[in-house]
C-alpha cells in the first residue's frame, strides 16, 4: 500500500465513522454486532458490558485483540466501509478514560442516572476504544443478516384475534 493510499483510507476511515452513529464490530470470537459510538482522539470509543448498557460479551473484545468495524452509510444505511482495528481498555479514571469518557456522557441518550453516569461507568462498565490498525477491509459480497441474539424482550405470541379487522377497516363512515 502506497502512502497516499494509506492516507486517503484513514480519511475515508474517520470520516465515515465519525458521521455514523452505529458501527457493526466483530471481536476476536462470535459474530458481530451493531454498537453505537463516539469518534474521539483518533479512535471509536465504546462503553458496555455494565448494567442497562450495550452487551460486549461474545464478540470476544479483549485488550489489545483484534476487531473489524464495518460503518453503515448515514443516509442509507448501507454497508460504506470496513476496517481493522486494536482493542484497547481503558483503566477507570486513567486520562484516556476520562477523555473517552467525557465525549461518550454526551452522545449516551436516556441515561437512567445522567447526573452519576459516570460513576456507574466506572464500577461497571469497560470503555474501549477501537483503533484503526491498517487500511480499510474488501466489503464482502451478498447478504451478511443474521438472526438477532437471543433477548428477554423477544417475545414470539400469535397476533390478537381482532387486529386485523382493526388494521385493515378502511372507508367505513366516508363518502365517496
Known amino acids: 500500500m502506497t502512502q497516499t493510499q494509506a492516507l486517503v483510507d484513514r480519511a475515508l476511515i474517520e470520516e465515515a465513522t465519525k458521521k455514523s452513529g452505529l458501527i457493526w ?13 463516539v469518534w474521539h482522539d483518533g479512535a471509536a470509543c ?3 458490558d455494565g448494567t442497562g448498557e ?74 474501549l476504544r477501537l483503533v484503526p490498525s491498517g487500511g480499510t477491509e474488501p466489503l464482502p459480497d451478498g447478504d451478511l443478516a443474521a438472526a438477532p441474539p437471543p433477548c428477554p424482550a423477544v417475545t414470539r405470541r400469535p397476533v390478537p384475534a ?3 379487522r382493526l ?9 365517496r
Not at 388494521?167 to 363518502?175: D, E, I, P, Y
Open 162 to 164: 381482532g387486529l386485523p
Open 54 to 127: 450495550q452487551p460486549f460479551e461474545g464478540l470476544g473484545l479483549a485488550d489489545g485483540g483484534p476487531a473489524i468495524v464495518t460503518v453503515r452509510s448515514k443516509d442509507k444505511g448501507g454497508r460504506l466501509v470496513s476496517w481493522t482495528a486494536r482493542v484497547e481498555e481503558a483503566a477507570p479514571r486513567s486520562e484516556v478514560w476520562e477523555s473517552a469518557v467525557g465525549e461518550l456522557k454526551g452522545k449516551r441518550l436516556n441515561a437512567p442516572d445522567a447526573g452519576t453516569v459516570t460513576e456507574r461507568w466506572a464500577r461497571e462498565c469497560r470503555v
Open 25 to 37: 464490530v466483530q471481536g476476536g470470537t462470535g459474530g458481530s454486532r451493531a454498537l453505537w459510538h
Open 167 to 175: 388494521l385493515f377497516r378502511r372507508g367505513r363512515g366516508r363518502r
Open 46 to 48: 465504546l462503553v458496555g
